[in-house]
């Protein structure tokens, strides 16, 4: 069935540092990729919307200064964390369309962001 | 975008059915109706989609009525391990590429 990758699936980084996140659509092309949020005990958040070969459309309230995102090809989109802060710790997670038979979203296993 | 409200979360024994139903009152047209599962540190898991009647593959059911206003998540003789966090989501199922909101999800707990 349909993979989508996501790498890495946990890391700790400094305060002030930028960390990157990639998604990857293992066998599938996905021409549209998600990115969410989620905090303890909470549902997801959608944070952004990636198209490849475009900007990204981001949600409300979500920065995009801070949150950078790349959908440089049809498997590959990346989401970059700038100047980390403790409050930016998080469970980040991507999915895309296309895959399942063209039902549902597949969804990455997700990267857990600490800042210290 | 259609809003869907779930009960926050239920309670089982194992070999029971669960079922967890979804209110989607302004489902529009063209949306179809997916069920996802998600266990801690992990993301969300496809179970089942549909659009109306009724939907069965491997792990569960899907019951939508004719006004499609509500949907039912039908899970035969659970585990402990279907123990999670089950999501109603409203909208173009995947194909188009539209933005996916999710609601809160219903926690299930399933005991011995």
């Known amino acids: 069935g349909a993979v989508v990758s996501q790498h890495p699936s946990w890391v700790i980084c400094k305060s002030g540092t930028s960390v990157k996140i990639e998604c990857r659509s293992l066998?599938?092309?996905?021409?549209?990729m998600f990115w969410y949020r989620q905090f303890p005990k909470q549902s997801l958040m959608l944070m952004a919307t990636?198209?490849?070969?475009?900007?990204?459309?981001?949600e409300q309230g979500v920065e995009k200064d801070k949150f950078l995102i790349n959908h440089a090809s049809l498997t590959l989109s990346t989401l970059t964390v700038t100047s980390a802060h403790p409050e930016d710790s998080s469970f980040y997670i991507c999915?895309?369309?296309?895959?399942?038979?063209?039902?549902?979203?597949?969804f990455g296993s997700g990267t857990r962001l600490t800042v210290v | 975008l259609a809003k869907t409200t779930q009960p926050i979360s239920m309670d089982s024994y194992e070999g029971q059915e669960v079922n967890i139903t979804c209110s989607h009152n302004?489902?529009?047209?063209?949306?179809?109706i997916t069920w996802y599962q998600q266990f801690p540190s992990q993301g969300p898991r496809f179970i089942i989609q549909?659009?109306?009647t009724k939907v069965t593959n491997e792990v569960a059911s899907l019951f939508i009525p004719a006004d499609r206003k509500s949907s039912t998540l039908s899970l035969p003789r659970v585990s402990l391990s279907d123990t999670a966090v089950y999501y109603c989501?409203?909208?173009?199922?995947?194909?188009?590429?539209?933005?996916?909101?999710f609601g809160a999800g219903t926690r299930l707990f399933v005991k011995a």
């Open positions: 999915s895309a369309s296309g895959g399942q038979e063209l039902y549902g979203y597949t």
């Open positions: 066998d599938f092309q996905a021409t549209t």
């Open positions: 990636s198209n490849e070969g475009s900007k990204a459309t981001y």
């Open positions: 302004n489902i529009a047209t063209n949306d179809y």
């Open positions: 549909g659009y109306k």
């Open positions: 989501l409203v909208g173009d199922g995947g194909t188009g590429g539209f933005k996916t909101i």
